[in-house]
């Protein structure tokens, strides 16, 4: 069995491959296709983005497909960046650029608290498979704090662990991280596709977080 990442975006793979490394499946990229179009992230929801990346990667790999996208809400911002994270700055720009413009938005802000959720998606040729999702609190600090990870890893500090994700090695923030925590929630449904030796729509309940599961926004 193939999966493939529904990623060019190398830190990304990287992270994924590691946390699904015991999952007996064949992992590759978008990379790895070259002839597969880029897929333009236009819906205005976590969900809507990564459902359809996996399914038209899956539908031009014909292979199961896995794509996420993960949106940063800031309190004090009214939540932004939110699903416009990747291009907060416009576009083109630079993870730099990204943190740039949080930092200078958020100049002599008291209140910093944020949080990352991710959205995973798993899709077959045939159809939606599954969505999970992740949800991981934290505070923007006032400057780049660490040199790993990539993102906005150098501006958020998990409330949990007093260190930002780029002050982390690899291995703790898989173990943290909202893409991690929400891959993981998609291992067992791997693992049965993985065993069935073919590509089959599986029935399960898509498991979306209630209004009342998500941090709550401060309204100005």
């Known amino acids: 069995m193939r999966l493939l990442i529904g990623s ?12 699904l490394r015991a999952v007996d499946i064949e992992l590759v990229s978008t990379l790895d296709y070259p002839d597969i179009p880029d897929v333009e992230e236009d819906k205005d929801t976590l969900e809507g ?3 359809k990346k996996a399914m038209e990667n899956a539908i031009h790999a ?5 794509a996420d996208d993960t949106g940063l809400f800031i309190e004090a911002l009214n939540g932004e960046p939110g699903v416009y994270a990747a291009r907060y700055a416009g576009e083109p720009c630079t993870f730099e650029d990204n943190r740039r413009k949080v930092l200078k938005n958020m100049a002599g802000m008291t209140n910093r608290k944020a949080y990352f959720r991710t959205v995973v998606a798993l899709a077959s040729p045939e159809g939606l498979i599954a969505t999970m999702d992740a949800i991981v609190e934290g505070t923007i600090t006032s400057e780049d704090k660490g040199s790993e990870g990539f993102g906005y890893d150098p501006i958020f500090l998990v409330d949990s662990t007093g260190l930002t994700y780029a002050e982390m090695n690899e291995e703790e923030k898989n173990r943290l991280s909202h893409r991690g925590l929400a891959l993981r929630k998609l291992i067992p449904i791997l693992v049965e596709t993985s065993k069935l030796g073919r590509l089959n729509l599986i029935e399960y309940e898509m498991r979306r977080p209630s209004r009342s599961s998500l941090p709550e926004l401060n309204e100005k």
Do not use: S, V
């Not at 060019?8 to 946390?19: F, L, P, V």
């Open 49 to 51: 983005n990564a459902i």
């Open 8 to 19: 060019k975006n190398k830190h990304k793979i990287r992270e994924i491959t590691d946390i």
């Open 62 to 66: 014909n292979c199961l497909a896995i």
